[in-house]
């Protein structure tokens, strides 16, 4: 059971550069989410998709850009990266109404930027 | 507009005491209450929620919280904890058709020997 698997773990980038982080969950949920954790300020939604071929703005989404490639994938772009984009960067689904049933978690995505 | 508070952003105790995580949320429409749990290098996992009916919920690893609609508080208590509870715990709200969950900053839970 993979669940909710995140690549890269770990990633350094300078300024300006670009980066996809990819997400991919073998559950068959329709939901999916992107969310930032910060210290002190727990975790952040950026974007999410309901479904396949839909994504919405989250609370956080400037600097961001996400494609639902199917109903597996929902990848994350930098265009250009920030040293204020430095966070842990955690993928999750959902499935059935998405307020009362839980989110399943990957493992993270660490990311620097110098 | 949704909040979570966490009262305590780090909570020190003792190996086999009890220990009370606290969260209070803010919401103009009925709201479904959540505790996840993150360890060490890993995603959050869901330890219990709540949706509707008694407000005293049971979830892993001997954990409950008691949800007070008066107070609008869902705190999160164990009677004995051991060493491997040291974690960060995330108390969340939600509403139903939401996709907009929101985490409050975390407490981290040190069990100390």
């Known amino acids: 059971n993979a669940g909710v698997t995140q690549t890269p773990k770990f990633q350094v980038l300078k300024t300006g550069q670009s980066m996809t982080l990819q997400c991919a969950q073998d559950?068959?949920?329709?939901?999916m989410y992107w969310y930032r954790q910060d210290p002190g300020m727990g975790l952040r939604l950026i974007y999410y998709?309901?479904?396949?071929?839909?994504?919405d703005k989250g609370e956080v989404p400037n600097g961001y850009n996400v494609s639902r490639l199917n109903k597996r994938e929902f990848s994350l772009r930098l265009e250009s990266a920030a040293p204020s984009q430095t966070s842990v960067y955690f993928c999750?689904?959902?499935?059935?109404?998405?307020?009362?049933?839980?989110?399943?978690f990957g493992s993270g995505t660490q990311l620097s930027v110098l | 507009a949704q909040s979570v508070t966490q009262l305590d952003s780090q909570v020190p105790v003792f190996e086999e005491a009890p220990v009370e995580l606290r969260c209070n949320y803010s919401?103009?429409?009925?709201?479904?209450l959540f505790w996840y749990v993150q360890y060490p290098n890993q995603g959050l996992q869901l330890l219990l929620k709540?949706?509707?009916?008694?407000?005293l919920v049971k979830g892993i690893n001997g954990f409950e919280a008691e949800f007070n609609k008066s107070q609008t508080s869902f705190h999160l208590r164990k009677p004995s904890v051991h060493i491997s509870d040291t974690a960060e715990y995330f108390c969340?709200?939600?509403?139903?058709?939401?996709?907009?969950?929101?985490f409050g900053a975390g407490t981290r839970l040190f069990v100390k020997a």
């Open positions: 999750a689904s959902s499935e059935g109404d998405p307020g009362r049933e839980k989110l399943f």
């Open positions: 559950m068959n949920h329709n939901s």
């Open positions: 998709s309901a479904s396949e071929g839909t994504t």
């Open positions: 919401s103009s429409v009925s709201v479904y």
């Open positions: 709540y949706l509707s009916g008694s407000t």
């Open positions: 969340a709200v939600s509403y139903t058709g939401g996709f907009k969950t929101i």
